[in-house]
């Protein structure tokens, strides 16, 4: 079993900035991939960004060049550094570890990923 645990979400006026944080404990294996995904009301959870274990990154179009996912291995812990924030970035960020994966493996599809946070809101107010 793998828990994930975000926290950083709030409410922040548009342009503004916010980083989010996952910490991983459990089993995680020796090698993993972390992503991002949100969800806002009515719609369907999307892909935000994901970061494989040799740090390679993918980004959605809509966050590419404002977004930046890290990853500080020795804490296992992912970070999303969220800059110039729109009104429509507003909803549910969820956290999601695969496990015992290739190093350079990473994922857009949510049906890839084993294990989900609990979710941590954010709101952009415009």
């Known amino acids: 079993q793998v828990q994930l645990v975000e926290s950083g979400g709030g409410l922040v006026q548009a342009g503004g900035s916010l980083r989010l944080s996952c910490a991983a404990s459990?089993?995680?294996?020796?090698?993993?991939?972390m992503a991002w995904f949100r969800q806002a009301p009515g719609k369907e959870r999307e892909f935000v960004t994901a970061?494989?274990?040799?740090?390679?990154?993918m980004y959605a179009d809509s966050v590419k060049g404002r977004f930046t996912i890290s990853r500080e291995r020795a804490k296992n812990t992912v970070y999303l550094q969220m800059n110039s924030l729109k009104p429509e970035d507003t909803g549910v960020y969820y956290c999601?570890?695969?496990?015992?994966?290739?190093?350079?493996?990473?994922?857009?599809?949510?049906?890839?990923?084993?294990?989900w946070g609990q979710g941590t809101q954010v709101t952009v107010s415009s």
């Open positions: 459990g089993r995680t294996g020796s090698m993993y991939a």
């Open positions: 999601a570890i695969a496990v015992a994966v290739r190093s350079g493996a990473m994922y857009s599809r949510s049906d890839d990923y084993h294990y």
């Open positions: 970061i494989s274990w040799n740090d390679n990154t």
